[in-house]
């Protein structure tokens, strides 16, 4: 059986801005250690705010906003599959983008399954935070996020990878044209592939 692949969540509004090109870097170094990594762009997908309803708490943990034409469900299934994943977003004051932030809403409902069946055993597998800013300055300028995105991962079993933390990266094509940010960042999507100990070569072939 073929491995599952990585995934890769863009979730910025802009196709082809700072935030695309440090989850395609990311992508890369994936890549470069024997991965095949699956990129999906959020702004590409309809995911309707959690209305803080409360029905996901009781019995049967069910979504009212579950349907044929709301994403959520969709996306949370390829991060359950993933054995490593990264998001890739850009900073919009201080914190993550709207649409990012709805899909982040909607695992209320799995983190009231986790509640419901316990912790059980600890995460072993880790997804990486790829925050890229406008502003150059800001001591506590990705904390917000980076709290957040921890609680987020919890219920899906993973925990926070090593961040990448860009700055001062406002106009579109800033990252682009900024070759050796461009290297780090694909380095770090390469030793999160080894990281996760299934990259192609390692046993001769796909993993099982």
Known sequence: MTAA???????????????????????AGL????????????????VAPCRGCGACAGPGHRCVLDRPDDA?????????AAPVAAFASPIYFYHVPALFKALI???QRRYEVRLAQGAGDGPDRLAYPLLVAGRPRGERLFEGALITLKYFL??????????????????????????????AVEAA????????????GDLGGPAD
Do not use: M, Y
């Open 5 to 27: 692949a990585p995934v890769v969540f863009l979730c910025g509004p802009r196709a082809g801005g700072n935030s695309d090109a440090a989850g395609r870097a990311f992508a």
């Open 31 to 46: 890549t470069r250690a024997g991965h095949t990594p699956r990129i999906i762009a959020l702004r590409d997908h309809d």
């Open 154 to 183: 919890w219920p899906f079993g993973f925990l926070p990878g090593p961040a990448t933390l860009l700055r001062g990266l406002d106009a579109p094509g800033d990252l682009a044209g900024d070759a050796e940010a461009l290297a």
């Open 105 to 107: 809403d909607r695992a």
């Open 72 to 80: 959520a469900a969709e996306l949370f299934a390829a991060l359950d």
């Open 189 to 200: 999507g390469e030793a999160a592939g080894e990281a996760a100990g299934i990259f192609l």
